[in-house]
């Protein structure tokens, strides 16, 4: 069994340290972060590269980094995404690649995981846009199961650098030790997830997590090294490292 290894790009960062260590990136949509000039500079880099390139739309909500869960209309949130999928589809398409994936950013995803109704709001959305797009989403989650719902292929989604709570749901970036900073722990915890499809929770306890892809966050301190002790465990253990099918 592969995995594929993604990070959220495009955010503003140096994103050409943590890409030689990835198979996907999702590229921000100048809503919660980056513009359109970094959206063309990032997909150009990924493509270079050989990396598939998804989007990923957000609230417009620079100022909370798209974080912050809002409540905003069903069909605001189709024609929200809708416009980002396209936008950075256009830069895809400008430079000869083509957009394999979708995933949602921040509040959005979150929401997502456990709202079915914006779930299936996004799903229609990129469906509306094109039907072979793979919808990525938190790992068991309902956002998965929309994307099903509606035709699309869905990804399960799991972290290497975040801690997990006891339910399967990550632990909000509010609480300490929600992002994990060490590369040794964060490739130990993909490995888990890669091999085993479980996570140890900030109680200790077991929770599965089947996923078919683990997240880098390219905004997490030390990215790069964390990115780079991820896919050597992976690798070395025998996992191979492969982009979604």
Do not use: W
């Amino acid at each position: 069994m592969s995995i594929d290894l993604n990070a959220d790009l495009g955010e503003g960062m140096d994103d050409s340290l943590v890409l030689p260590f990835l198979t996907s990136a999702n590229v921000a949509c100048a809503m919660h972060a980056g513009s359109p000039l970094l959206m063309e500079r990032t997909v150009a880099l990924a493509l270079s590269r050989g990396v598939r390139v998804g989007a990923h739309p957000g609230y417009a909500d620079r100022e909370n980094f798209g974080r912050s869960a809002l409540q905003l209309p069903l069909d605001e949130v189709r024609a929200l995404v809708l416009y980002q999928v396209a936008a950075l589809d256009g830069f895809v398409r400008a430079q000869g690649g083509h957009l394999s994936h979708v995933k949602a950013h921040g509040g959005l995803y979150n929401q997502a995981a456990r709202d079915a109704a914006l779930a299936r709001a996004i799903a229609e959305a990129v469906r509306a846009f094109r039907s072979d797009l793979i919808l990525v989403g938190l790992a068991g989650s309902v956002q998965l199961e929309a994307a099903r719902a509606v035709g699309l292929r869905a990804a399960g989604e799991a972290f290497a650098d975040r801690r997990y709570l006891k339910d399967g749901s990550l632990m909000p970036r509010s609480r300490p030790g929600a992002v994990l900073h060490d590369a040794a722990e964060a490739a130990d915890q993909a490995l888990r997830i890669a091999r085993d499809s479980v996570a140890i929770a900030d109680d200790g306890s077991t929770v599965r997590v089947e996923a078919q892809t683990i997240c880098l966050h390219g905004d997490t301190p030390g990215a790069a090294l964390i990115a780079r002790a991820v896919r050597e465990r992976l690798e070395s253990s025998g996992i191979p490292v492969r982009p979604l099918a």
